[in-house]
């Protein structure tokens, strides 16, 4: 049996923290204008049961809907499962309900070398609430 390794954190707190410390977060304004620019995907990471009820982007609005578990996987560009936006210089958004996992989410992007990966302060729900396109 293996011995187990001693916390690198101490606690899930100041496991967000470090991840932030990597990332240079974006208000959903300024996510929204990236993605209309063409200039970033949009990655919406929640479940989908959580998209039903608590809403979702517009269709309007390019959004790839890849939900956590994948989201790895999609954007490694060494992996066969990958997206074909999966890209090292791609700048990937990442969104999720109020920006916790996300931030974490964007972190693990990043190790794997997608330098430009961050995600939106506020998740879904300051997307919303900023009036941003939500679907009907």
């Known amino acids: 049996m293996s011995t187990p390794l001693p916390p690198q954190h101490d606690g899930v707190d100041a496991m967000l923290a470090d991840a932030r410390s990597r990332l240079e977060r974006v208000s959903v304004e300024q996510a929204h204008d990236e993605v209309r620019r063409g200039a970033a ?14 809403g979702e982007v517009a269709p309007s609005v390019e959004v790839l809907l890849v939900e956590r578990n994948h989201l790895e996987w999609r954007f ?4 066969e499962a990958r997206l074909p936006q999966a890209s090292y210089d791609a700048r990937v958004v990442v969104l999720c309900q109020e920006g916790y996992s996300s931030s974490l989410a964007a972190d693990a992007l990043r190790s794997l070398g997608l330098h ?19 679907a009907d």
């Open 41 to 54: 995907l949009l990655v919406d990471i929640r479940p989908g049961w959580q998209r039903a009820e608590e």
């Open 76 to 79: 490694d560009p060494r992996c």
């Open 116 to 134: 430009r990966a961050t995600d939106v302060v506020g998740g879904f729900a300051a997307w919303r609430a900023a009036g941003l396109p939500v």
